[in-house]
């Protein structure tokens, strides 16, 4: 029976842990959210207890439903250019409406659980709406510290700013600067202050401490101050009267605006409680309960005649830097403003306006982020950023975040067709040296002609080729000189149809004329196309660690004779013409392979061969016996004298491998002479490859020329590689025909872990990496002459492609 565990990726400590920074956090986030709720009011042109019921039903209701427990929902600043808006042009209660439609909005999405689709738009687009909304508040709020009212639009507010400020109250202005001199100057005062006189200070919120400054420096001065009309009970939404787009429009972008601050302030304030403690931190937020209930919030306080409601940033960061716990701060705070908005509506009304409006102008200042800015700017997406700030000044916040994303849709339409192609000619030493004793002496005519011969042209194409490249592509293509060399390599990850038959057109035109074409991987790839999937099955049953895993056991042969099946029923059908040709023409091996048994790819793999190809011997360790050992060796000598004499190989090939079991059971113990088992017998065959490797790479050793062996065991098959070679070479049949000339000995090694193989210089004894060099294309074999025999290139080797 199995029992199933739920899983918390974040534990928390127990309550009782929990609750006491729960209290003196929510204290200080309700201190900072009356002064804030009653500015966002003001911004608004809504009632100033709007902003207190938004605060209320955004601590109790969000607070409690929400996905993010420590983050503090209210009326929003990101909000106040969109309310304004909708209660200039539908009233105060239409607007109630408009919230209410908007929170079942968000109820439908958070349903829908696509919370995190919605954080896929680009951060450009986010930042510039916001920087937007917060330029559009600082300058409406500019008229009020001023003593004036805001106009309807930003435009509006800039062009009658002249005039207000010739016009401007003779003491707001003061008690504006004032509040902002105590909201800049508080943290700074906090940290010079030591002692009680500071545990005090820092005790205090900043906007608080403003709001309360201004309010005593204006205390028996003749300013506007808040008005707070009787608590009644609120009546319920209107519908706007209006077109029905327009009412949707509405809808959309308070929906739209709320919930992307909401999910990405939900984002900031978990990243920040992530910073403390496990013991300390609050389990992570969930969105889509996040936007479930922001939407229920939003629905309660459109009913309450309420402002619109998001999770704000300012106020989580203050629940955690206050040492919040639980969703309990939140909460608790929701009913300190309530309690402040029954029992302290007097005190309230004390507050000159022009301080809230300098705090929220000040909080509209900071949203304009040059962080944000330099950050944009370094990903290259400030157009986008621009573009939305812009028209979300001028024309609104739904017509900005539109405009943001049709920039962004061009800019990455921009990038994708935007290719870059350069091409350089290359030399070879002594042909430059050549050129430099003929300057004087040859004609210009000669002079073109010899580097038109000698140079190699080297095209590189960075980014995305579409068939809009083909034109550059083509003028690159053409500089390429006949009988040169070219290299064509490609840094990007797509290739249309239409440069891939330019490309592939131009390579046969090139190689026709006598001329070379190398192409980098990734062109040979483009080149290729994708590999049929039917194809990848047939060759590779046993991709991604599995052997035919619908196969079933076959009763009397058991799971080989359904793997046989298997083969009979994909794998044959598709490639059956390749084995019987071997089987029809007879069989024309050119290498020998030796390699070890215990490596378990297959060697057409590793060496990119096919039926035929190969002679393969495979053994415990790889080993080569030397000659004139007891008959129980006669085996590999038998194969070997098959391959040379018989199927006259141009090359035999000694292959180790990393992980080999083998060279471990020799370094664990060598079998002495005279061991017992069949397989310790066999093994001290390797007694010299144990010695050789403790000579080193200078004495007869092997080495790596990339990097240092990782360890003995490495070393050990290395060296093994070598000394098995001079095995080989002993034996009469392979000696002769080295001397002739008609045969060639190749070491190798496979390094399973890199999926690379190392090719070995005898002479030096270093094994250098294969360059996975593509193979050649079939223009290329139609048009490069054939391999000498007992070459050492890469058809010598059968390492045609990548390992």
Known sequence: MRFRTPIRTRPGPPPAARTPGDLPASITVFLIAVPLSLGIALATGAPLQAGLVAAVVGGLVAGSLGGAPLQVS???????????????????????????FAGLAQLLLGALRVARAALAVSPAIVHGMLAGIGAVIAVGQLHVVLGGSPHNSAVGNLVALPGQLTGSHPVTPVVGALTVTVLLGWPRLRERVGGRAGGVLRAVPAPLAAV?????????????????????????????????????????????VASMESLLSALAVDALQAARPPEAQAPPVRLDRELLGQGAANVVSGLLAGLPIAGGAMRGSANVAAGARTRRATVLHGVWVLLCAGLAAGALEAIPLAAPAALVMLVGLRMVSLAHVRHVRRHREFPVYAATLGTVVVFGVLQGVAAGVVVAALLALRRLTRTRISVTREYVSDVKENLKSNKSEEKEETRERVQDACARVRVRVTGQL????????????AQVPERAEAVVELDGTFMDHAVSEALRGWCA????????????????????????PRARRSWTPWHHHRACPEQQPVAGGGQLVGDVGAFRRRTAPP????????????????????????????????????????????????????PGCDASCDSVAAAVEYAVEVLEVTGVTVCGHSGCGAMAALLAAAPEPGAQTPLARWLRHGRPSLDRMARGPGAGGAALADRPAADDHERLTLANVLQQLDHLAAYPGVARRIAEGRLQLHGMYVHAGEA????????????????????????TAATAPPAAPGGDGPAAYGLTTKV
């Open 212 to 256: 309360a400054v201004a309010t005593a420096a204006a205390a028996g001065l003749s300013v506007p101050r808040v008005e707070l009309p009787a608590w009644r009970a609120p009546g319920l939404p209107e519908l706007p009267d209006g077109p029905v787009l327009g009412v949707a429009a509405a809808v959309l972008t308070v929906t739209l």
């Open 509 to 532: 035109r090139h190689r026709g004329r006598g001329g070379r074409v190398r192409l980098g991987e990734a062109a040979e790839r483009a080149l290729r196309g994708p590999e049929h």
């Open 756 to 779: 690379r193989a190392y090719a070995l210089d005898q002479a030096s004894g270093i094994f250098t990496a294969v360059r996975p060099d593509p193979a050649p294309s079939a223009e």
């Open 74 to 100: 209210g009326a929003a600043t990101s909000l106040v250019v969109v309310t304004a808006g909708l209660v200039d042009r539908y009233g105060w209660r239409a607007t109630c409406a408009v919230t209410v």
């Open 466 to 477: 579409t068939f809009l490249a083909v034109p550059r592509l083509s003028r690159a293509l």
């Open 575 to 626: 490639v059956s013409e390749e084995p019987a040709r071997p089987a029809r023409e007879g069989q024309r091996p050119t290498q020998l392979f030796v390699t070890c048994a215990d490596y378990r790819p297959a060697t057409s793999l590793i060496t990119s061969s096919g039926p035929g190809d190969l002679f393969t011997v495979r053994n415990v360790g790889n080993l080569l016996p030397p």
